[in-house]
Structures are given as structure tokens and as C-alpha cells.
């Protein structure tokens, strides 16, 4: 439950994406629904439906109150700034009686703010391996707005077991999983994996891989399903992103290197609900609690639920080995990376995939890149941007360290559309030997400015 820095763009394109999945899914506006059942090859492993006596606690089998303001022994403030005090008081965590967990943040008459987190009992939600495990929750967001919402920040999130013995002392490496976050109010909410090392790292911490924003009208009025699929039955192995569904975004183990992937996933999980106040996230979208925030609105969650597979045999890596050499003076696919931080592949309009939402600090690696003697000309990459107006950036190249100066660049704008693509050139210094060719993204505002389709550098 870090930081992500960037809002979605194309919602319209992402809108309809979504109407086009779900088109067979019913959604169910009710306040009370049932756990519904498993999804395909998969059996249902833990389960809570919050059908509880109005005002009374969750059930400490399941669930255990995370109390204060941190882990004993971690990081003050639950590592992210937040201000408020967690309790395990009914005035904070309570059933409705209409078949809802409420978690709400209070504040007094002296300004201090206290609010519920619960962590499952269980730690040990995993995807075997060749197999599948799905969380799931049916939530509505904490119904405030505007000024009113300033510094609420709900969520429903997973962390590696790891983290419960030593109070989280081993984040990022050992995995989180940000299912549903939001802040401040806003019409979205976002997802993300945290992984690594911190700061930066392969997981580009503390933002982590995000999703970035996903628009959402209706999210704080209403409920809806947000899950997380992680499937080791596929190669790459893949973690999935659901709203109400569909599958909205999809982060694969080839955004990272093997060893930061399975030190994150390859273990189980416990659940963490909660509503903080405060922090480096909400800070990030015009700060708060304020005066002016209101306090007593919850986040209602419906239930939670986790299923899973049974093993298999997962099918071979398609991935080309570790030490495959590229020739620097051929076509280099974009989605061909070794590895890459919070962009993701689509459908091109050019044919193949590209690569896309793409803002300022993103990356593109690729490993083993020959330029031979040399006699490097320059580099040119076929992109596309919709970008709105004033909202442009830097494509750059950089050898060995994403922290190098780059060797080259060329400013990036509108081309007319997100696949209106234009072949564009950068002057590059003279490069000979082999490296690894970092393709960085700097920008001056945190909308995505790029798509890039691929890369070549020319003598």
C-alpha cells in the first residue's frame, strides 16, 4: 500500500474494453450478496460473508486486528505516513446487520484520527505451483467527495507471509499485492505489485508496478468486485487484475527478473482490509485529513473470498534464455523486454503487440545488445501517443545502469492517436561491445505520454 504516481489514460478505450469483456457478466447492486461460486477448476478455500449481529466484531478465527500505529518492531506509521491510530473498537470495525463489515475512521474532539485494520489469520494463500489462487472482495468505497474526502485512503491488499514475524521489515522483497486502493475520494482506484528492493530496484519502489488510475463512476456509490489472480498454469506466469470481472489488467513475471518474481509470489499471503488516513499516497493527490474532512464514512466490504487450483505442470518458457544475444542494428520488439516497470503490452494496430502506458519514470530493458566494432548513427523507435494537451516527454537510451546519463533521446508529443505511429530518430553517441539497453521515459507531468512499437539503431 505504497505510492503510485500516475493516472490511467484512454479510460474511454479502457470503458469500453471493459463493456466488451464483462458483456456476460451480471453485476449485482445489492447491498447483501452471497459468496458466489468458484470460478472454473478451482474450489473455494476460505471465505467470510460479514452476516454478523449489527455492531459487533469480526470473527477472530478468521481475522486478527493490526493495532496502533505500526508492527511491533516496523516501521512507525505503518511505513507510509499515515496518521491515524488502528483500533479493534466496534466504533471503528463493526458489522452493519445488513450483512457488511464496516470500517470507518473517526476523528475526536482533539483531531486525532482512529480507524480498523484486519489481517486474515491465515498466511498461507498461494498458487501451488502449475496452478491458481484468486482473492476476491465486494466492496463499496467510503461514500465522500471533494474536500470532504481529503486523506481517506481505503484498501484491500495481500502481503507475503513473511512480513507478519518481523513486522514487515522485509518489504518489498517478500511481495504485496494492493487488490483495491483508493484516495481521497476520487471516481477510481488503482492496483499494484510491490517487489524488490527499496528505493528503486528492479519494482521501481516505492511506487512499485502499477496499474495507474482506473476510472470508475459508481465505485463510492455503490458496490463492486475487485480481485487478484495469480496463474502459475502459463508461461510467462501472470498476475491478473478484476473489477466487477473483467479483466482489466494483467502484469506478467517477465516485468521482472526471476529472482525478484519468485521472492514475491512464490509463497503464501495473508488479507489486509483498511481505511488510513493520511500518508505519502493521498499527499500525492493534494494531501489531507483537513479540517474539512469528514470523518464517519466507511468502506463496507460484502465478503472476501479465496479459491484455488490444484497443481499442474507448467508449460514451458517461451521466454528466449537469459544469455540470447540481439543484434543492435535489427528490429528490437518492445514487448520483447527482459524486464520493464509498470507499461504492458496490447494488441497493435501495425500488427503484433506493442507496448504501452507509458509515463514518466517507466522502463524498457534489454539484455545482451551487440553493437559490435561500431559506427552507431542512431536509434530511431516506432511510436504513438494520444497524450493531451501540454503533456509531451523523452524517449531516451541509456547503457548498463538506468541511472547513466542516456547516450541519446529524442521529445515526444501528441502523433495523433495511441496507434497513429511515426518512426522517429535520435542521435546516439558511438557505442561497440555489448550492453544492456535501458529505453527510459522522463516527463515533466504524470499522464502517459507514449506507445512504442520498436527499436532499432542504424550505422
Same mark, same amino acid.
Given at each position: 500500500?505504497?505510492?503510485?504516481?500516475?493516472?490511467?489514460?484512454?479510460?474511454?478505450?479502457?470503458?469500453?474494453?471493459?463493456?466488451?469483456?464483462?458483456?456476460?457478466?451480471?453485476?449485482?447492486?445489492?447491498?447483501?450478496?452471497?459468496?458466489?461460486?468458484?470460478?472454473?477448476?478451482?474450489?473455494?478455500?476460505?471465505?467470510?460473508?460479514?452476516?454478523?449481529?449489527?455492531?459487533?466484531?469480526?470473527?477472530?478465527?478468521?481475522?486478527?486486528?493490526?493495532?496502533?500505529?505500526?508492527?511491533?518492531?516496523?516501521?512507525?506509521?505503518?511505513?507510509?505516513?499515515?496518521?491515524?491510530?488502528?483500533?479493534?473498537?466496534? *466504533?471503528?470495525? @463493526?458489522?452493519?446487520?445488513?450483512?457488511?463489515?464496516?470500517? $470507518?475512521?473517526? !476523528? =475526536?474532539?482533539?483531531?486525532? #484520527? /482512529?480507524?480498523?485494520?484486519?489481517?486474515?489469520?491465515?498466511?498461507?494463500?498461494?498458487?501451488?505451483?502449475?496452478?491458481?489462487?484468486?482473492?476476491?472482495?465486494?466492496?463499496?468505497?467510503?461514500?465522500?467527495?471533494?474536500?470532504?474526502?481529503?486523506?481517506?485512503?481505503?484498501?484491500?491488499?495481500?502481503?507475503?507471509?513473511?512480513?507478519?514475524?518481523?513486522?514487515?521489515?522485509?518489504?518489498?522483497?517478500?511481495?504485496?499485492?494492493?487488490?483495491?486502493?483508493?484516495?481521497?475520494?476520487?471516481?477510481?482506484?488503482?492496483?499494484?505489485?510491490?517487489?524488490?528492493?527499496?528505493?528503486?530496484?528492479?519494482?521501481?519502489?516505492?511506487?512499485?508496478?502499477?496499474?495507474?488510475?482506473?476510472?470508475?463512476?459508481?465505485?463510492?456509490?455503490?458496490?463492486?468486485?475487485? *480481485?487478484?489472480? @495469480?496463474?502459475?498454469?502459463?508461461?510467462?506466469?501472470?498476475? $491478473?487484475?478484476? !473489477? =466487477?470481472?473483467?479483466?482489466? #489488467? /494483467?502484469?506478467?513475471?517477465?516485468?521482472?527478473?526471476?529472482?525478484?518474481?519468485?521472492?514475491?509470489?512464490?509463497?503464501?499471503?495473508?488479507?489486509?482490509?483498511?481505511?488510513?488516513?493520511?500518508?505519502?499516497?493521498?499527499?500525492?493527490?493534494?494531501?489531507?485529513?483537513?479540517?474539512?474532512?469528514?470523518?464517519?464514512?466507511?468502506?463496507?466490504?460484502?465478503?472476501?473470498?479465496?479459491?484455488?487450483?490444484?497443481?499442474?505442470?507448467?508449460?514451458?518458457?517461451?521466454?528466449?534464455?537469459?544469455?540470447?544475444?540481439?543484434?543492435?542494428?535489427?528490429?528490437?520488439?518492445?514487448?520483447?523486454?527482459?524486464?520493464?516497470?509498470?507499461?504492458?503490452?496490447?494488441?497493435?494496430?501495425?500488427?503484433?503487440?506493442?507496448?504501452?502506458?507509458?509515463?514518466?519514470?517507466?522502463?524498457?530493458?534489454?539484455?545482451?545488445?551487440?553493437?559490435?566494432?561500431?559506427?552507431?548513427?542512431?536509434?530511431?523507435?516506432?511510436?504513438?501517443?494520444?497524450?493531451?494537451?501540454?503533456?509531451?516527454?523523452?524517449?531516451?537510451?541509456?547503457?548498463?545502469?538506468?541511472?547513466?546519463?542516456?547516450?541519446?533521446?529524442?521529445?515526444?508529443?501528441?502523433?495523433?492517436?495511441?496507434?497513429?505511429?511515426?518512426?522517429?530518430?535520435?542521435?546516439?553517441?558511438?557505442?561497440?561491445?555489448?550492453?544492456?539497453?535501458?529505453?527510459?521515459?522522463?516527463?515533466?507531468?504524470?499522464?502517459?505520454?507514449?506507445?512504442?512499437?520498436?527499436?532499432?539503431?542504424?550505422?
Amino acid at each position: 500500500m505504497k505510492i503510485p504516481r500516475r493516472a490511467a489514460r484512454r479510460l474511454i478505450t479502457v470503458a469500453a474494453a471493459m463493456l466488451t469483456v464483462g458483456a456476460s457478466v451480471t453485476f449485482v447492486a445489492t447491498a447483501d450478496a452471497a459468496v458466489p461460486p468458484p470460478p472454473s477448476g478451482m474450489n473455494l478455500v476460505f471465505s467470510d460473508d460479514f452476516t454478523g449481529a449489527a455492531g459487533t466484531g469480526v470473527n477472530r478465527s478468521n481475522w486478527l486486528y493490526s493495532v496502533g500505529t505500526g508492527y511491533p518492531g516496523g516501521a512507525p506509521n505503518w511505513g507510509t505516513g499515515e496518521v491515524e491510530t488502528m483500533t479493534d473498537s466496534t *466504533a471503528n470495525v @463493526y458489522h452493519d446487520g445488513n450483512g457488511n463489515l464496516a470500517i $470507518r475512521p473517526l !476523528r =475526536d474532539s482533539a483531531g486525532r #484520527w /482512529t480507524s480498523g485494520r484486519i489481517e486474515t489469520q491465515r498466511t498461507d494463500f498461494a498458487a501451488p505451483a502449475g496452478g491458481r489462487m484468486r482473492m476476491e472482495a465486494r466492496i463499496q468505497q467510503p461514500n465522500v467527495t471533494g474536500a470532504a474526502a481529503a486523506g481517506y485512503w481505503p484498501a484491500f491488499w495481500a502481503l507475503g507471509a513473511a512480513a507478519r514475524p518481523v513486522g514487515a521489515t522485509n518489504w518489498p522483497s517478500i511481495g504485496e499485492i494492493d487488490i483495491l486502493e483508493n484516495v481521497n475520494g476520487r471516481s477510481s482506484h488503482f492496483a499494484a505489485l510491490h517487489c524488490g528492493t527499496n528505493p528503486g530496484g528492479p519494482c521501481n519502489e516505492t511506487t512499485g508496478l502499477t496499474s495507474g488510475e482506473r476510472s470508475c463512476t459508481g465505485c463510492l456509490s455503490s458496490f463492486h468486485t475487485y *480481485a487478484v489472480e @495469480y496463474d502459475r498454469s502459463t508461461s510467462p506466469e501472470q498476475l $491478473r487484475f478484476y !473489477r =466487477d470481472g473483467s479483466n482489466y #489488467w /494483467t502484469l506478467s513475471a517477465t516485468a521482472v527478473d526471476a529472482t525478484t518474481w519468485n521472492n514475491a509470489l512464490h509463497h503464501g499471503f495473508f488479507m489486509i482490509l483498511n481505511v488510513a488516513m493520511g500518508g505519502g499516497f493521498p499527499a500525492a493527490f493534494g494531501g489531507g485529513p483537513t479540517a474539512q474532512t469528514q470523518p464517519g464514512h466507511p468502506m463496507l466490504i460484502d465478503y472476501v473470498a479465496v479459491w484455488q487450483s490444484s497443481g499442474g505442470t507448467t508449460p514451458p518458457t517461451t521466454t528466449p534464455p537469459s544469455g540470447t544475444v540481439r543484434d543492435a542494428y535489427s528490429r528490437i520488439e518492445a514487448e520483447s523486454y527482459n524486464a520493464a516497470s509498470a507499461v504492458q503490452a496490447e494488441a497493435c494496430s501495425e500488427g503484433g503487440q506493442n507496448v504501452g502506458w507509458i509515463a514518466n519514470g517507466d522502463w524498457l530493458q534489454f539484455n545482451n545488445v551487440d553493437f559490435g566494432s561500431g559506427g552507431v548513427r542512431d536509434f530511431v523507435a516506432r511510436v504513438a501517443s494520444g497524450a493531451g494537451a501540454g503533456v509531451s516527454g523523452l524517449v531516451e537510451v541509456r547503457l548498463d545502469s538506468r541511472s547513466n546519463a542516456p547516450i541519446g533521446s529524442f521529445a515526444l508529443g501528441n502523433t495523433g492517436g495511441w496507434q497513429n505511429w511515426q518512426s522517429i530518430p535520435g542521435n546516439v553517441s558511438n557505442v561497440t561491445g555489448r550492453h544492456t539497453v535501458y529505453l527510459t521515459f522522463t516527463s515533466g507531468q504524470p499522464a502517459d505520454f507514449a506507445n512504442v512499437n520498436w527499436i532499432q539503431f542504424r550505422r
